[in-house]
């Protein structure tokens, strides 16, 4: 299928005023970190330097601990849930309104296509805040009794994959409950979380509520094990979230963590083809396949599969791979060159246990970071590439017959974190989407999220959810004579 010829279409970045350096956000300013250290962030699409971050240490760590509890006791938790509500419209609001600028810049901290950036991740941040900010003044209905209390301060570390969207996901349901929160964003994508920090400020949020310290992994070892908070939400990596899980066993914080995924995506033989072929894009090479709910194993009943595939590759012919800021652009950068050192590891794997590649032809960009669209078919239960969370645009393909066989391969995991069903009929929708072990099952469509449903993995997917008033009971605790 020949693609149409489209005239580049570039976002402006003169919307984004990028400082030259930045300083950590405790309290309510922009501090210098103690130890004086700091660390790059680049666009992965250029690997140009776009500013030098402050890297936070034990001893910042402790200063944000120290401004978020001064901040819980005497202004966040004792004040009426209506007027915290008024904030967090105010945040949603400030976010809706400087939407562009904060679309402009996740795209070039992070390598997402704008198009993604600009309708997929900044709506849901504002929303997320919007719906949290109806909750503030409901508490007494989450389903804890009467007036329930927030757990304190809560220490959170999100991933580079959804910067933005991540923060939200962690800061608006604890400040709806009246927590107060230190949140460290990932190493290389930190300058979404630091033009949050300035919307704090733009919305008057009393200072200490939010506290964002930067760093790599040590400040957030530092933060998690920090004595002093309540409550520990993580996003990211299996491997780190056991590791969190170990450190705080024995203490008082309660944990959410939110790891990773390797998803089936079930189609079966009476599925309308066409849309399912959508959803299979739209499942694996949405953000460059760097997310945890990623559609990554693709089940196909074995009579369709080779009319699925071959609709499969012409719709993957015309993904358009390049400039994160072009309009057109459906395949952006990937975040890093060892996040792309991952994948081509995985993928030679693929190849060495004896899958087959293919990818569509594309032209790739000279600098940045770039992994081309690719499916392995031939792919077995037992491959590494059917096992593993490759975090990528890699689409590994399995085929069955029976829908048993189907479920038996979907279960077949030490994840659970989402799956898809695609079929005409209801009553197998609702058949299969009980036997899958997934927080979220996901019928006719793919990689959809809400304020409003929780969200969250089984296994080694995690525990506890985010969304919905689950996601807001994670930060409260009942009173003590109701427990
Ligand atoms: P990661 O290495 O676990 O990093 C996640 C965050 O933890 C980063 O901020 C990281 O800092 C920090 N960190 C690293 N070591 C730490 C430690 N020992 N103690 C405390 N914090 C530490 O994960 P990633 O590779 O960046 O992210 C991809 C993973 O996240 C994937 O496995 C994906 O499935 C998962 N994910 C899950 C969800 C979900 O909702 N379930 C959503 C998105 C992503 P640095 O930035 O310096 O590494
Ligand atoms: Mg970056």
């Not at 899980?245 to 083809?273: C, H, M, W, Y």
């Amino acid at each position: 299928m020949s693609v149409f010829e489209y005239a580049p279409a570039p976002e402006s970045r003169s919307i984004v005023d990028i400082a030259s350096s930045y300083g950590l956000f405790i309290d309510g300013d922009f501090v210098d970190g103690t130890s004086g250290t700091s660390f790059k962030t680049i666009n992965p699409a250029t690997e140009e330097v776009l500013s030098e971050v402050s890297e936070a240490d034990a001893a910042d760590v402790d200063r944000a601990v120290a401004a978020a509890r001064r901040a819980h006791d005497k202004v966040w938790s004792t004040m009426a849930g209506a007027e915290r509500a008024k904030y967090l419209f105010r945040i949603a609001r400030i976010i809706a309104e400087r939407a562009r600028e904060f679309a402009v810049l996740e795209s070039l901290d992070n390598g997402k296509p704008i198009r993604e950036s600009r309708d997929v991740d900044v709506p849901l941040v504002a929303q997320w805040f919007f719906y949290y900010a109806g909750w503030a003044d409901k508490l007494d209905h989450v389903g804890l009794g009467a007036r329930p209390r927030p757990l304190g301060v809560a220490g959170q570390v999100i991933p580079w994959n959804f910067p933005l969207m991540m923060l939200a996901w962690k800061v608006a349901p604890a400040l709806a409950a009246g927590n107060t929160v230190v949140l460290k964003p990932a190493e290389t994508t930190p300058l979404t979380a630091l033009l949050f920090a300035e919307v704090c400020q733009q919305a008057d949020l009393p200072a200490g509520v939010v506290n964002i310290v930067t760093g790599a992994g040590a400040t957030g070892q530092a933060l998690v094990e920090h004595p002093g908070i309540d409550k520990v939400a993580f996003t990211g990596s299996t491997a780190v979230g056991k590791a969190i899980a170990r450190s705080v066993a024995g203490t008082n914080k309660q944990v959410t963590l939110e790891l990773g995924g390797k998803a089936a995506n079930i189609v079966f033989d009476d599925a309308p083809i066409d849309q399912a072929v959508e959803g299979i894009v739209n499942g694996i090479f949405f953000n460059q396949g760097h997310v945890c709910c990623a559609g990554s194993r693709l089940l196909v009943q074995e009579n369709v599969a080779e009319e699925l595939l071959v609709r499969l590759k012409a719709r993957m012919s015309t993904l358009r791979v390049g400039d994160p800021l072009d309009k057109n652009t459906d395949v952006g950068a990937i975040n890093s060159r060892e996040q792309l050192n991952r994948i081509t590891d995985l993928t030679a794997a693929g190849d060495a246990e004896g899958a087959e590649r293919w990818s569509p032809e594309c032209v790739l960009p000279d600098n940045g970071f770039w992994f081309k669209p690719t499916i392995f078919t031939g792919v077995t239960q037992a491959h590494r590439i059917a096992r593993e969370e490759i975090f990528g645009p890699v689409l590994s393909v399995l085929t069955f017959r029976t829908p048993d066989e189907a479920v038996a391969k979907a279960n077949n995991t030490p994840y659970g974190l989402s799956a898809g069903v695609w079929t005409e009929k209801g009553s197998r929708i609702l058949a299969i989407a009980g036997q899958l072990r997934a927080g979220v099952v996901w019928a006719n469509t793919f990689n959809k999220f809400d304020p409003a449903s929780p969200f969250g993995g089984y296994k080694e997917s995690g525990h506890g959810r985010e969304g919905g008033k689950q996601g807001l009971a994670a930060y409260l605790q009942a009173q003590e004579g109701d427990r």
